[in-house]
């Protein structure tokens, strides 16, 4: 599967089942301290319907496609404002790529379209957070010249 080729596209409203059903990926590690798999998956999805359903201004969702129009992944991207800065950053809210597109190249074109979408909209940095059990896609965003910026400490209160 290493040599197919992808197509981008907005998601539409029809592409809402697809991209839901990539939620549980996202906590297909082990959490941090404090936090809950069922927590994380209504957070998650929660914001992905706020988002496809009311598409703001600085929400963009893609959805790419493989050779027969069937989707295989997507990326939500928000522009965001630096802290430091004040300058336009793409933020990558949401990746995921379906398991059976895993290591077929779909999340190195997600990112590269994302990079794409930030040069092309002039912002400073491309960022993402992934937790630091997460560990596949750790290194998927390292090999991508991803490097560590801000780093977010977190202490449960009982």
């Known amino acids: 599967m290493s ?4 197509l981008i596209r907005l998601a539409e409203s029809d592409d809402d089942e697809f991209i839901l059903g990539l939620v ?5 590690f082990p959490l941090p301290n404090g936090r809950s798999r069922s927590d994380c998956l209504k957070g998650i999805e929660a914001d992905l319907v706020k988002h496809l359903d009311e598409q703001p201004s600085n929400s963009y ?4 496609e493989n050779e027969d129009g069937e989707p295989v992944g997507f990326v939500h991207l928000q522009k965001t404002k630096d802290f430091f800065t004040h300058r336009d950053n793409c933020h990558i809210s949401d990746i995921a790529v379906a398991e ?11 990112l590269d379209h994302a990079y794409g979408w930030a040069k092309e909209h002039r912002c400073q940095f491309v960022t993402l ?6 560990e596949r896609a750790r290194d998927i965003y390292m090999k991508h010249g991803f490097d560590t910026d ?4 977190a202490k449960p209160v009982r």
């Open 3 to 6: 040599d197919a080729t992808f």
């Open 61 to 64: 969702i893609f959805v790419a």
């Open 150 to 153: 801000l780093m977010r400490l």
């Open 24 to 28: 549980p990926r996202f906590v297909d």
């Open 129 to 134: 957070a992934v937790f630091p059990g997460n």
């Open 100 to 110: 059976a597109y895993e290591g077929a190249g779909a999340g190195k074109f997600l």
